[in-house]
């Protein structure tokens, strides 16, 4: 009997990615690996969605099918468990991969690109010791010439720690793992120097513990995720480089009352003996499980409905948010990739004006056929009077986005709920509904685009 190839994930699983990803795994087991017109095909029985999707367009004599489920990760989850077995994965399973997949270079952001991940694969070590670890860019913008100094520095950390770069050229005589502890901290101290008045991360090595310097104090408590991640990985590669004695953080602006038993940084802090200055460090209480199947979370209707409209209609997605997903960019008529800014006016938000906040959907779809862009508001079903007052906030991103790169389009806004057990839908507003029990439910006034994706869904059934 052939294994499967299981693909667990808190995104909207996106062919190109899994692509990468197959190639991989080919690469890795010396397996034959055939792909032509990757679709993502919902398995439905009786008309109803199992909540597995599978993929088709792939061929591999050692591996018999390949299906996708949804999960909801406990705290810092990567974006991608891949399990290679029959049969479905069970907590106590052992994945082959963990994949965290970025669309973000340092052209856009040096902290994303990098350290804001770090985290993940330190953390996960807490349940999957030893387990192969991939970062996998998945670049739509032009990848910058020049790496940063900080892109330098964190990529040279993942490569010590043993995590694999995808999707990226490294030029190899620069993105070479630390040779030992000292050359860790050379390569810190020539890096530019934070702004005055800004905590910078450095290290200072005396004969019984290294001190590293980093704020972790961001709103009201432990939550400065970009430095959460660059301190979490360099202490994890200390520790792999050798040092067994302390490791203190200083400067991190935090008191105790901060420090809570179940903060994703405390849990790594107990994993590698990390101690904060003048503070105790709690013994965290871990959750017992890493990740568990999602059977409530809105996303499951949104990426559903986002799956079956490009893997059955000529539609597709032109900006992506999914709930607990990364951000997409906006794409234009000419297929250029644009971040959506976050503020009207920055300077007036941190001023105070909340107002200033740009509101986003969390989908975008374009419907060429009927010239339409479809603005879709992800709700839980019982949250669907809230997803009906939120398609009011649309005006910006449709005056200043879509209209400017999609003029003359008609736009349509709709909401997209998944939970409960109705069947039918009453509220105008509502375009789909994915129910508890796996039931597609349309709207009476449900886009087009909705219609022929559902219809053409349960056509390829017969």
Same mark, same amino acid.
């Given at each position: 009997m052939k294994n499967n190839l299981w693909l667990l994930t808190e995104e909207r699983p996106k062919k190109e990615v899994l692509a990468t990803i197959f190639q991989k795994f080919a690469k890795d087991y010396g397996f034959a690996v055939f792909m032509d017109s990757l679709r993502i095909i919902p398995i439905l029985e009786n008309k109803k969605f199992t909540f597995i999707y599978e993929l088709t367009g792939f061929r591999c004599n050692k591996v018999d099918k390949v299906f996708i489920k949804t999960v909801s990760g406990n705290s810092s989850f990567t974006d991608f468990l891949v399990f290679y077995q029959e049969n479905e994965p069970l907590q106590t399973d052992m994945p082959i991969y963990a994949i965290e997949e970025t669309k973000t270079d340092d052209k856009e952001s040096r902290n994303t690109g990098v350290y804001q991940r770090c985290s993940k694969f330190v953390f996960i070590e807490n349940y999957y010791p030893n387990i192969k670890k991939i970062m996998l860019y998945n670049l739509q913008i032009t990848q910058k010439e020049k790496p940063t100094e900080t892109y330098i520095f964190g990529t040279r950390l993942l490569l010590t720690l043993g995590v694999e770069i995808l999707g990226k050229k490294l030029n190899e005589r620069i993105f070479v793992p630390f040779k030992d502890i000292d050359d860790l901290i050379y390569c810190k101290e020539k890096m530019r120097k934070a702004p005055q008045g800004n905590v910078g991360i450095l290290l200072k090595k005396f004969t019984d513990k290294i001190e590293i310097s980093g704020r972790l104090f961001k709103s009201g408590?432990?939550?400065?995720?970009?430095?959460?991640? !660059?301190?979490?990985?360099?202490? !994890? +590669? /200390?520790?792999?480089?050798?040092? *067994?004695?302390?490791?203190?953080?200083?400067? $991190?602006?935090? =008191?105790?009352?901060? +420090?809570?038993?179940?903060? %994703?940084?405390? /849990?790594?802090?107990? %994993?590698?003996?990390?101690?904060?200055?003048?503070?105790? +460090?709690?013994? !965290? =209480? !871990?959750?017992?499980?890493?990740?568990?199947?999602?059977?409530?979370?809105?996303?499951?209707? *949104?990426?559903?409905?986002?799956?079956? +409209? =490009?893997?059955?209609?000529?539609?597709?997605?032109?900006?992506?948010? $999914?709930a607990g997903s990364e951000k997409g960019y906006f794409i234009t008529k000419k297929g250029e990739a644009i971040p959506l800014a976050k503020y009207k006016n920055k300077s007036k938000y941190k001023a105070g004006s909340k107002t200033q906040i740009i509101h986003i959907p969390d989908l975008i779809l374009m419907d060429f056929a009927q010239n339409e862009v479809i603005n879709i508001e992800g709700k839980k079903h019982k949250f669907l009077k809230d997803g009906i007052s939120e398609l009011q906030n649309y005006d910006f991103i449709e005056q200043n986005y879509i209209l400017k790169y999609y003029p003359n389009f008609k736009i349509l806004r709709t909401v997209v709920l998944y939970g409960s057990q109705e069947k039918e839908l009453r509220e105008s507003e509502i375009g789909f509904l994915l129910n508890e029990k796996g039931e597609l439910i349309l709207g009476d006034q449900a886009p087009k685009l909705f219609q022929n994706a559902i219809k053409n869904l349960l056509d390829s059934l017969k």
């Amino acid at each position: 009997m052939k294994n499967n190839l299981w693909l667990l994930t808190e995104e909207r699983p996106k062919k190109e990615v899994l692509a990468t990803i197959f190639q991989k795994f080919a690469k890795d087991y010396g397996f034959a690996v055939f792909m032509d017109s990757l679709r993502i095909i919902p398995i439905l029985e009786n008309k109803k969605f199992t909540f597995i999707y599978e993929l088709t367009g792939f061929r591999c004599n050692k591996v018999d099918k390949v299906f996708i489920k949804t999960v909801s990760g406990n705290s810092s989850f990567t974006d991608f468990l891949v399990f290679y077995q029959e049969n479905e994965p069970l907590q106590t399973d052992m994945p082959i991969y963990a994949i965290e997949e970025t669309k973000t270079d340092d052209k856009e952001s040096r902290n994303t690109g990098v350290y804001q991940r770090c985290s993940k694969f330190v953390f996960i070590e807490n349940y999957y010791p030893n387990i192969k670890k991939i970062m996998l860019y998945n670049l739509q913008i032009t990848q910058k010439e020049k790496p940063t100094e900080t892109y330098i520095f964190g990529t040279r950390l993942l490569l010590t720690l043993g995590v694999e770069i995808l999707g990226k050229k490294l030029n190899e005589r620069i993105f070479v793992p630390f040779k030992d502890i000292d050359d860790l901290i050379y390569c810190k101290e020539k890096m530019r120097k934070a702004p005055q008045g800004n905590v910078g991360i450095l290290l200072k090595k005396f004969t019984d513990k290294i001190e590293i310097s980093g704020r972790l104090f961001k709103s009201g408590g432990l939550s400065h995720d970009p430095n959460i991640g !660059a301190l979490s990985i360099i202490c !994890a +590669v /200390l520790r792999k480089l050798g040092w *067994t004695k302390k490791l203190e953080i200083t400067q $991190h602006g935090l =008191e105790q009352n901060h +420090v809570g038993k179940t903060n %994703k940084f405390i /849990l790594i802090a107990n %994993k590698l003996d990390i101690s904060l200055q003048n503070l105790t +460090v709690p013994q !965290a =209480e !871990a959750n017992q499980n890493y990740w568990k199947y999602d059977s409530e979370g809105e996303k499951l209707g *949104t990426i559903f409905i986002h799956l079956v +409209v =490009e893997n059955f209609t000529e539609g597709f997605s032109i900006f992506e948010n $999914h709930a607990g997903s990364e951000k997409g960019y906006f794409i234009t008529k000419k297929g250029e990739a644009i971040p959506l800014a976050k503020y009207k006016n920055k300077s007036k938000y941190k001023a105070g004006s909340k107002t200033q906040i740009i509101h986003i959907p969390d989908l975008i779809l374009m419907d060429f056929a009927q010239n339409e862009v479809i603005n879709i508001e992800g709700k839980k079903h019982k949250f669907l009077k809230d997803g009906i007052s939120e398609l009011q906030n649309y005006d910006f991103i449709e005056q200043n986005y879509i209209l400017k790169y999609y003029p003359n389009f008609k736009i349509l806004r709709t909401v997209v709920l998944y939970g409960s057990q109705e069947k039918e839908l009453r509220e105008s507003e509502i375009g789909f509904l994915l129910n508890e029990k796996g039931e597609l439910i349309l709207g009476d006034q449900a886009p087009k685009l909705f219609q022929n994706a559902i219809k053409n869904l349960l056509d390829s059934l017969k």
